[in-house]
């Protein structure tokens, strides 16, 4: 096979197996999330869960139509590497939209922990930082169908694409650093020793989810800019949408821990 068919794909079949991991362990953890949490749950929480299952199920479906018209319609042909197919466009929406529901997620958690102005004025700028890049997410989408989904014009979309991916770090960095600040900042005031244990459990569980999201939207945005011309970063961003489904699910689920009944309030 040639050099770039293979550089092309072994990106694409990578990430989607990875991403078929992920929908598994999605689905372990929406088990889990319907046979404990939904029957007395919030029901702004079970649409939530809800809109995230579609977006997790289309996704699915178009990614792995996307393998298969890359790997098996187009096998040992280069040329089906110059158009891609309509689900692989539809993908970076997807992606954005179920990061905008875990981001969104975590703007309520802030506002119910923290009551102060400051509080609030990180959660609103949270809030736009999601709705930015879910914005670039479909942008992306848009721009792609309109250029006929022509692989050799991916490049124009540099723009938009920087912003999508660079909005979700970012909103992923405010939000670890806000919900882990407002929980240090609560356990200095603390005495009570097994109080302090829950919030550095808190702290801990809040760094690693935001960590895992973080990081993975960081190395999308480094390989997409330093290999722009290679479809290596394709394979992180189809774990991104992945991750923060499962960061979302684990999120509710954790709430075996009491995080719920923590509200802060200003001195």
């Not at 990578?14 to 007395?40: C, D, E, K, P, V």
């Not at 394709?234 to 979302?248: D, N, Q, S, T």
Request: charge should be positive; hydrophobic fraction near 50%; charged fraction near 10%.
């Amino acid at each position: 096979m040639p050099g770039p068919y293979i550089a092309q794909t072994g990106p694409l079949l990578m990430g989607s197996l990875l991403g078929f991991f992920l929908n598994g362990l999605f689905a372990t953890q929406l088990y889990y999330y319907y046979s404990n949490f939904a029957s007395s749950d919030r029901h702004a929480f079970r649409c939530l869960v809800g809109v995230v299952v579609v977006i997790e199920i289309l996704h699915m479906f178009f990614s792995t139509h996307t393998l298969y018209y890359m790997l098996v319609e187009g096998f040992g042909n280069p040329s089906v590497l110059l158009t891609a197919p309509f689900s692989g466009a539809a993908l970076p929406a997807l992606n954005g939209a179920v990061g905008l529901c875990t981001q969104m997620f975590f703007v309520w958690r802030i506002i119910r922990l923290n009551k102060c102005v400051v509080g609030k004025m990180a959660a609103c700028l949270i809030m736009l930082t999601a709705c930015l890049q879910c914005s670039a997410s479909i942008g992306v989408t848009i721009q792609f169908t309109l250029l006929a989904r022509d692989v050799a014009l991916l490049q124009t979309l540099k723009t938009t694409v920087t912003l999508w991916l660079a909005g979700s770090f970012a909103c992923d960095i405010l939000i670890s650093t806000t919900i882990a600040t407002i929980l240090f900042i609560e356990r200095r005031s603390v005495d009570y020793t097994p109080s302090k244990r829950l919030l550095d459990r808190l702290i801990v569980h809040t760094i690693e989810n935001g960590l895992i999201t973080t990081l993975c939207a960081l190395i999308t945005l480094l390989v997409y800019l330093r290999l722009p011309d290679s479809w290596f970063y394709i394979c992180f961003e189809v774990l991104l949408g992945r991750l923060y489904a499962v960061v979302l699910l684990a999120s509710l689920n954790g709430r075996e821990l009491p995080t719920e009944s923590l509200s802060f309030h200003c001195a």
